[in-house]
Every structure is written in C-alpha cells, then in structure tokens.
C-alpha cells in the first residue's frame, strides 16, 4: 500500500515543504494539499518546492477543480512540473466545495468536470485536446509525458463517472462498510465501461492520529483533533441529502444520517482541529471516518482496507500532531503494513 500526506497549504510556505520531506524521509510516496485559492496559499507555486526537495515524492492537489482556472492553465502547470522534476504529478480533481463557495460560486457539475478530466489528461499527456472549437496543443512537451487525474467522488452519479473515466478514485473518509461499497459502485463502473477494473487507483484519505494507549483521555482528545473531517465530509453529504432526498436508496444512510443536527458551515475555519460548526459530529462517526488510537489500531483497519482494494492511504494531517503522526506512521506503521 501507498502513502500520502495531506495538507493545507499555510503559510509559511516553508513548514509545508519542511513536512513533505519529513515524509518522504518516512516511506510515504505522495503529497498532496488542498486547493483553495482563497482561503490558503497557491499550491502549485509550493509544488515545485516540495519537488525540489524531494527525490520520489509525487505531488497533487486533494483536490483541485474546473472553475478557478481555465483547464489549459492548469494542464500547462502539470505538465511544467513534470518537464522540471519527471513527471512526478497528480491531478486530484473534484466539484470544488470550498474553492466555489468561498468565492461566491456553485460547485462545478459532473458533465464540467468529465470535460475538464479529458482535456487536462490529454494535454498534460502531450495529447490534442478541444477547447470548445479550438484544438490545441503544447508544442513543448516531451513525449513520454503523462498525467493520470483522479477524481474525488461520493455520490452514485459521481462514482459512476469514475470508473468510467478517471484514472483513480479519490475517498475522502475511512469508513469500512462506505468504503467497500464506494469501491465496488467505481469497480463495476469501470467494468461496464469495458474498462480494467484494476487500472483505476483507489486512494482513501482521512485524518490519522496515533494516541500512545486507548485510554479514554487519549481517545477523547484524538477525536477532538479530528472531528473537523466529519464537518467537511458532511458539506458533501448535505449537498447529496438536498438532491436525493433523506432515506433515499441511491445514498447509503450510514452516510447521510450524521447530518442530521447540521446547522451551518462557516469555510473561515474549514479542514481545522478547532471548527466550531463540527460539534454536530458524533464520536462514532470521527472513529468511522478516521483512524485514530493507538498503531495497532491503524495497522488494524489498514489491513482491512487493502483487503477491500484501497491502493493507498492518504493521512490528512490537519491536528496538534503533524510531526508525531508522520514519524509513527514512518516507523511503525508502513513497515508493518508493508512489511
């Protein structure tokens, strides 16, 4: 199994790159930040720090989106960082939550973002691509470029639409029974398309915090720096209650029941440990959707992951603990799942 590390993009700059390196010195094999163009730094400016500071790391968004960038901008940035460092770029893509609706805009629709998806592989490949009546392509690249996209997907249109055309799939939460379901609605997509089902990567992320014992003090303080995860995996989970309704067969209630007692969400405090719009998560939740307790707890349910196809795991490392996380993870963890 993969590793990746997931952060925000704070300033400063330097703490971020300082923690990539931390964990590629740890066995993890992908960074990846959110991409928010308001609420943190410009990602893609930090991308081509953390590549030349690192030797094997690949690099990517989780996730970026259609709207905030016209798509040859963003397959020009790709593709430069993979002509700079080898192609050591993903393109992490979904609707654009926290991006759209910081700025004033709706989250992008399916059809945009399986647009999007073929034109930014393709011209990040060295490939032709249409901008809507215009056929271009970058002059520049060279041949044995290639720039797989990944999409982010919770919803039954969503995962259909990745087994059909990504070339990952992206599930933001660690839920054991989700988590075999998702994996299957993407699997048998890919099939139905005529697709291996095997070349569509699964990647799982969600927070990770190693307590020293299971007491419940260390518990209790563990779900505390990641209960901000229920919050914003809940924004997505309303947005699929609003179109199909509670109950509804097409969205598993093991999903949508949580939200029940959202009241709001205010994205000044999005993707942080002291979000106060997240008090509405219930601990069994932040224990579902996260991994938390002591290592044997993660070597646990990441074992059990792998047994449902997950091809890497994704630490979202957003708590009082960045650094202890990546060193136990490092130390304890991956040589134990990958030993």
């Known amino acids: 199994m993969d590793f990746g590390l997931v952060l925000q993009t704070d300033p400063p700059a330097s703490k971020v790159i300082s923690l990539m390196k931390r964990a590629e010195r740890n066995g993890f094999s992908h960074g990846w930040t959110f991409d928010s163009a308001v609420l ?25 989106n259609p709207g905030t960038r016209t798509w040859e901008v963003t397959a020009s940035t790709f593709a430069t960082l993979n002509d700079m460092f080898g ?11 926290s991006a759209m609706r910081v700025a004033g805009r709706t989250p992008n629709t399916l059809a945009r973002i399986s647009q999007a998806m073929k034109v930014i592989r393709a011209l990040g490949s ?26 982010a997907a919770y919803g039954p249109k969503a995962l259909k639409m990745t087994g059909e055309e990504a070339d990952g799939f992206i599930l933001q939460l660690a839920d054991l029974y989700l988590t075999e379901y998702m994996v299957k609605a993407v699997k048998d997509a890919a099939v139905a398309a005529g ?14 915090y190693v307590t ?11 779900r505390e720096q990641c209960r901000w995860f229920g919050g914003m995996v809940g924004n ?13 067969a097409a969205v598993p209630d093991e999903l949508t029941d949580y939200i029940k007692a959202r009241e709001g969400y205010d994205y000044s405090h999005h993707g942080r440990a002291d979000n106060p719009d997240t008090a509405f998560v219930p601990d069994d939740i932040v224990d579902r959707f996260c991994l938390i307790g002591p290592v044997e707890k993660h070597i646990e349910k990441l074992n059990a992951l792998r047994e449902l196809g997950v091809d890497q795991f994704a630490v979202y ?23």
């Open 195 to 208: 697709r291996d089902p095997s070349e569509v990567k699964i990647c799982v992320a969600a927070p990770a």
């Open 212 to 222: 020293e014992d299971d007491s419940p003090e260390a518990l209790a303080h563990a």
């Open 236 to 248: 997505h989970v309303a947005d699929l209650v609003s179109k199909y309704g509670e109950h509804s």
């Open 317 to 339: 490392d957003m708590h009082d603990a960045q650094e202890a996380t990546i060193d136990a993870y490092g130390s304890q963890v991956i040589p134990a799942v990958n030993g």
């Open 40 to 64: 943190w730094q410009e990602p893609f400016v930090i991308y081509s720090q953390i590549l030349a500071n690192t030797t094997k790391l690949t690099v990517g968004p989780m996730v970026t």
């Open 126 to 151: 060295g490939q032709e691509a249409d901008l809507g009546g215009t056929v271009v392509k970058f002059p520049w690249i060279k041949e044995d470029a290639r720039l797989p996209v990944w999409m």
């Open 87 to 97: 192609n050591r770029t993903v393109c992490g893509i979904g609707r654009g939550d």
